[in-house]
């Protein structure tokens, strides 16, 4: 397999890290945390300094603290301090749709026109129910 740099997310960067990544042609993401990495203020300056091109600012709702509404956060942030509106949207939306989208399984129209819901569909034989009845919408009976 022969890895293309403009396909190859490097994530967790920050002000030390971006320059090598982008200067070699990958994609920078920042993972947004309030207390430790990377926070919202850092990534408004990294913006201003290297422009909106092949960067993603992401975040996280996992084992420490983090804040999963980061990107919606620093993309206010970035508007109150400047940045272009086009340069928010490329950096907390378009970017990560584009690199996460080329393999055709990821698509604007999974949550602009969402289906409904089917809780009675398992995955990998499981449920996420604990005894509760599935809810099942109308458009989603077959």
């Known amino acids: ?81 400047g940045i272009a509106r086009e340069d928010v949207v490329k950096t907390c939306y378009q970017n990560a749709l584009d690199i996460f989208g080329t393999n055709g399984k990821m698509k604007e129209e999974h949550w602009l026109n969402p289906k409904g819901i089917n809780q009675a569909q398992l995955f990998n034989d499981n449920s996420v129910l604990r005894g509760q009845e599935p809810r099942v919408d109308s458009d989603q009976i077959k």
């Open 1 to 81: 397999m022969v890895w293309i740099p403009s396909q190859v997310v490097i994530d967790h960067n920050n002000e030390e890290t971006v320059k090598d990544v982008l200067d070699r042609g990958f994609i920078a993401a920042f993972t947004i945390y309030p207390k430790t990495k990377m926070g919202n203020e850092r990534m408004v300056e990294v913006v201003k300094k290297y422009g909106s091109t092949n960067i993603i600012v992401d975040s996280s709702a996992d084992w420490g603290v983090s804040d999963p509404l980061a990107v919606p956060k620093t993309a206010n942030l970035m508007l109150k301090r």
